[in-house]
């Protein structure tokens, strides 16, 4: 099942810079929509099958870091999360969808079903957003350690291009800030949630061919990056306010 968002023209931003209009047809990493059974609970997921030649930068739970996937996960689980092994779990899902080799897996608890999809002149963007706990990055609570529970932000950008591993670095850090600019503009006093994720795929360089070395938002790559991002976080966060 693909789905087939009907194009979006947003107004000129609150914050920040003039955002122009994004292509928003149908392309090709707009990631799989496949459904499960667990414990009695219809869930569903969204599966990219990169296949080989592509490496990814991530915060995801499983597979995160940099390095050679050949695919992503992002496997939506109940409210009240049980389980202390994400990661586990997470391949168990992608063992059953018959992902084989290295990759990347992402929870969150909220509809994937509603995901908003974005491209911008060949980079696609799939979020998923579930706002209902939010807040500030720099917060006055104390940090926590271990798992943290699922609900999320989840943001899958593919790239065409070749990035070195500063800009895939840089990528992260240009999605996270179109994140908060969207946030932002859609009204809400927040930077984001507590357990927001982010995965940027790009093609491993051929034959020893050089890669992009920047991806902030004034480059090529990071500028679109950061266009297609903003109107897939922002087109999210308007439905839940």
Not at 109 to 121: K, M, N, S
Not at 146 to 154: C, S
Not at 170 to 175: D, F, I, L, P
Not at 222 to 233: I, W, Y
């Amino acid at each position: 099942m693909i789905d087939r968002p009907s194009p979006t023209v947003f107004p000129l931003c609150l914050r920040g810079c003039t955002i122009r209009s994004v292509d928003v047809r149908p392309p090709g990493f707009r990631g799989e929509l496949l459904a499960r059974q667990e414990d009695g609970v219809a869930l569903h997921h969204l599966v990219w099958r990169l296949g080989p030649g592509w490496r990814v930068c991530s915060s995801a739970v499983l597979g995160g870091g940099i390095g050679p996937r050949e695919w992503i996960l992002n496997a939506q689980v109940p409210g009240g999360y049980p389980r202390l092994d994400p990661d586990r779990h997470l391949a168990e899902i992608a063992d059953a969808e018959g992902l084989t080799g290295p990759g990347a897996g992402l929870m969150t608890a909220a509809d994937v079903t509603a995901r908003t999809v974005a491209v911008d002149e060949g980079v696609t963007v799939t979020v998923t957003s579930g706002l209902g706990v939010r807040g500030w990055a720099a917060g006055p609570a104390p940090g926590t350690d271990g798992p943290l529970p699922p609900g999320t932000v989840n943001i899958v950008a593919t790239v065409p291009v070749a990035l070195s591993d500063a800009a895939l670095v840089n990528a992260v850090a240009t999605a996270t800030e179109a994140k908060v600019q969207a946030l932002l503009d859609a009204g809400l006093d927040c930077s984001g949630t507590p357990t927001d994720a982010v995965c940027i795929a790009a093609p491993r360089p051929a034959n020893g061919a050089g890669a992009e070395p920047f991806a902030g938002p004034r480059s090529r790559w990071g500028s679109r990056l950061a266009r297609a991002v903003h109107t897939a976080v922002l087109e999210g966060a308007l439905r839940q306010s």
